[in-house]
């Protein structure tokens, strides 16, 4: 979707609805005019149609609502998952590195049944532990405390099954990526600033020098955006529920009097209560208008889908990353502090360096082999035949980040070293491109340690 919201719904429209500004003002937590912080521009050349620059992508998800439910065969639930700029016309001097005005968002948004919220793969979060700031210890003035999801859900401090399922999911993702567990917690909303569309909501704070800072949004945005997108635009975004067996339902109905109204309204019967039912209801002569309970079958169920929303603000995850893998230690002499990042195999940039000891021909032909190979498995790689010391090369790598360094010393056998531990293993030239791709998918070194020979560092 172009990140550019248009004024009215002649001028934009997908899959029927269109994405109308005061609709999206709204739904972004942009409560009126005063408060916006969408960029305006203009739209044609004449420059008289005015257009909004998206604040967010979600939006986007929520307008061809119909389109995805079809495409996943009008089944819930379901989830969509949208990457890309979103603009605000917010500025924060003193945190310049965090709040941009152009920022990328990723935004996954999972359309569930209101009356079951529960998850299939809900027990593969529950038991994870996690830094929790629920609403009731922030206005107490406790601190943040360890909690198992699942003990969370149960009490109540997390909404639902699937509002905590997506709390794990982004707990595990900002792991893996790299972020210290005790430096990353989830903080309840409180009463006061939660969004007028969510039903609760969960922020994924991580501590950088900048202070706690809000990198994921986790929230139950419950039907408001599907309705208020349904309201402007006359096209309902709904889903259906087909039962197996008709139920019988009791629903409140209005039941006219007939009599009474020829009595009151004279004339064609059938018309008076045409013309007049609508004003009877809405306060006048109420008597010939009663509400009465009336049993039906039902063989479908419509109804509009809630949606628990994740958003990922993708610089400030990548800022806190570096904070969190940045450390020095001291060099081999010890005579001086060495730059490392930590990077972890799977998210490192570059996953392995190769380069051939001293200046022979054959071990830089060996060298190239092996680049060419872990090339070929789509292994991302940097070679170095400058023919400089061992120590500075491995320090280089060391400050890119680099997980792995392949040092040549042999036609047969290479050394294969691990960036954190510094600890080096001898490997077969035909076994090391299967160890690196190995180790970036996840195994770990304790492993390499136990199942090849040592190499004096």
Known sequence: ???????????????????????????????DK???????????????????MRPETAQGIFVNFNDLYHANDNKLPFAAAQIGKAFRNEICPP???????????AEI????????????????????????????????????????I???????????????????????FLTCLGIDTDRLRFRQHL???IKHYAVDCWDAEIESSYGWIMCVGIADRSTY????????????????????????????????????????FKGNQKMSMKMNILSISKGK??????????????????????????????ERIIYCLYEHLFHTRASKDGDKQQNVFRFPPLVAPIKCTVFPLGKNQQYEKVAKEIAKSLIALGISKRIDITGTSIEKRYAITDELGVPLAIAVDSTSSVIVRYRDSKEQVRVDVNEVTSLVKEVIDGVSWDNVLQRYPTHPS
């Open 1 to 31: 979707m172009d990140p550019l919201v248009a004024p009215s719904r002649e001028t934009s429209s997908l899959s029927g609805v269109s994405i109308i500004p005061e609709v999206v003002l709204k739904a972004s937590g942009h409560v």
């Open 34 to 52: 005063s408060t916006d912080l969408m960029f305006q521009t203009s739209i044609d050349p004449s420059g008289l149609i005015p257009g909004y």
């Open 95 to 105: 945190q310049g590195l965090l709040r941009h005005c152009e920022f990328t968002l």
């Open 109 to 148: 948004e999972h359309f569930v049944d209101p009356e079951n919220k529960s998850h299939p793969k809900f027990s593969g979060v529950s038991k994870l532990e996690i830094f929790m700031f629920p609403r009731d210890d922030q206005v107490s003035g406790r601190q943040a405390r360890k909690m198992l």
């Open 150 to 172: 699942g003990e969370a859900v149960y009490k109540g401090i997390i909404g639902d099954e699937t509002l905590g399922y997506f709390i794990g999911r982004v707990y595990l």
């Open 191 to 193: 009463e006061n600033e």
């Open 225 to 264: 955006d599907l309705l208020a997108h349904s309201a402007e635009s006359g096209v309902p975004l709904e889903a259906h529920e087909k039962f197996a067996e008709p139920r019988e339902v009791q629903k409140l109905a209005k039941a006219p009097v007939k009599e009474e109204f020829g009595l009151a």
């Open 285 to 314: 002569k109420k008597e010939h208008l009663p509400i009465k309970k009336k049993k039906e079958k039902e063989h479908l169920r419509v109804f509009t889908p809630s949606v628990t929303g994740s958003s990922f603000v993708i």
